[in-house]
Each structure stands twice: as C-alpha cells, then as structure tokens.
C-alpha cells in the first residue's frame, strides 16, 4: 500500500521570508524544506552547462524555468528522502509549473494547504538587497529585483488565486517581525497536523 505524499505550497513574493519561515516549520513539526529555488542554484553547479545557462539566464532575468526540470527536481528530492510530508517553497510560480505539476505529480501527492506570504514590494525588495551584500546571489541587485516582483505580479499571483478558488490558501502578514510571523505560520501549521 502506498500512501500519497502530503504537500504543503509556500508562496510569496522575492524576500517575503518563505525559506526563512519553512527552516522553522521544518524543524516544529517535521515536514521537508524543499525549496525550488535552492534545488535550481544546485543543479546549475553541475557539469552539463546547457542546461545549468539556461537555468542562470532565467534567475537573473527573473523569469521561470520550465517545469520539466523544477518539477524532476522536487520530484527526485522527494524519492530519495524517506519523508511523507514536503514544504515546498517557491513553486508552483506560473501556470506553465501548476499543469506541469498536476500532470506529473497529483496522482502521488495531496495538497494539504497552500501558505501565501503576503509582503509590500518595498519591503521584499529592501530585504533582498540587504541580502545581496552577503548572499551572492545573482538575482539579489535592483535590476533583477524589479524583473522578479513583475513576474511574481503577472504569473504568481494568479496561481495563488487559483488555490484560494479551492480553498487552499492561508494568507500571512508576512511584513512583520520574524517571531510575529512565526506565531502566524504556527498556528496555521498546529490546524494542519491536527
Ligand atoms: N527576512 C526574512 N523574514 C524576515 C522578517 N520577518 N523580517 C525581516 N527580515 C526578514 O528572506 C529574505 C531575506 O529577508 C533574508 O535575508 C532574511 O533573513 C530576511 P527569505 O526567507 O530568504 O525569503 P524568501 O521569500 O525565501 O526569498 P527568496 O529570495 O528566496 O524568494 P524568491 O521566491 O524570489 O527566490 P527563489 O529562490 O524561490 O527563486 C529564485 C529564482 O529561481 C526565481 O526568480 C526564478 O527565476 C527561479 N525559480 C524558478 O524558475 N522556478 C521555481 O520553481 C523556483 C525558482
Ligand atoms: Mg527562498
């Protein structure tokens, strides 16, 4: 007998703090932090270049990689841990990822909840580029900046009110403190395992 795996979406816009958030809820209540973006920047490292450009080009430029690479990713990731229950933080970001997604994946996984980081573009941006002193990310600069808060405005959004068609999505005030928005998540999570 096999069981699905249980999945919850976290989404938001650049810097809204969804990898902050799910490294907490990770460790409360055991659900695996699999975030797109991490596994994207990982797989770019490697050696087949063509595929490791394209992901490059679609990072900087703040437009979305196809869903047959995000979507084999977190799928590969998902085998190979011996997990049931997934956070996953970044994706489904355009409707190119949701169809690819329920295509491959609804047969072996359950929506349990879609998270939804409600966050200002002022302050997304003003943490990102705080980051970026540090974080060497090539997309954490104002040019790219601008790039990935239009996509997440024209493509992300619009898969967010997807799920909230279906009764998915718990929104959060995301432009508080760290510990206020934890108190948020959390209570949400508590309803979720109960
Ligand atoms: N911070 C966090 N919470 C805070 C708080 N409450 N108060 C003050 N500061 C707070 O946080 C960002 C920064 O803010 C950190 O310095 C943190 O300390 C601070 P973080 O938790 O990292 O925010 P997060 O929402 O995870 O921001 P991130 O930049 O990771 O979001 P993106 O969604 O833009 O990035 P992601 O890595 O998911 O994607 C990057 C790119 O990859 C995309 O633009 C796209 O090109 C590509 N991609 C795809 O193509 N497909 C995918 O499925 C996924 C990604
Ligand atoms: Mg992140």
Request: net charge negative; glycine share 8%; with cysteine.
């Amino acid at each position: 007998m096999s069981e699905k795996y249980g999945v919850v979406f976290v989404l938001g816009g650049p810097g809204a703090g969804k990898g902050t958030q799910c490294v907490r809820i990770e460790k409360e209540f055991g659900f695996l932090h699999l975030s797109a973006g991490d596994l994207l920047r990982e797989e770019r490292q490697k050696k087949d270049s063509k595929i490791g450009n394209e992901i490059e080009m679609h990072i900087r430029n703040g437009t979305i990689v196809p869903v047959e690479i995000t979507c084999s990713l977190l799928h590969r990731a998902m085998k190979e841990s011996s997990n049931q229950n997934f956070l996953i933080d970044g994706f489904p970001r355009n409707k190119d990822n949701l169809d690819g997604w329920n295509r491959e994946m609804s047969a072996l996984t359950e929506i349990k909840r879609v998270l939804f980081f409600n966050c200002s573009d002022s302050v997304c941006i003003q943490r990102c580029l705080n980051r970026g002193k540090t974080s060497g990310r090539s997309d954490d600069n104002e040019e790219s900046l601008k790039k990935r808060i239009n996509t997440y405005r024209e493509s992300t959004l619009p898969v967010i009110e997807h799920y909230c068609n279906l009764e998915l999505v718990s929104e959060i005030q995301a432009d508080k403190t760290q510990e206020d928005v934890w108190a948020e998540v959390k209570g949400i999570f508590e309803k979720i395992c109960s």
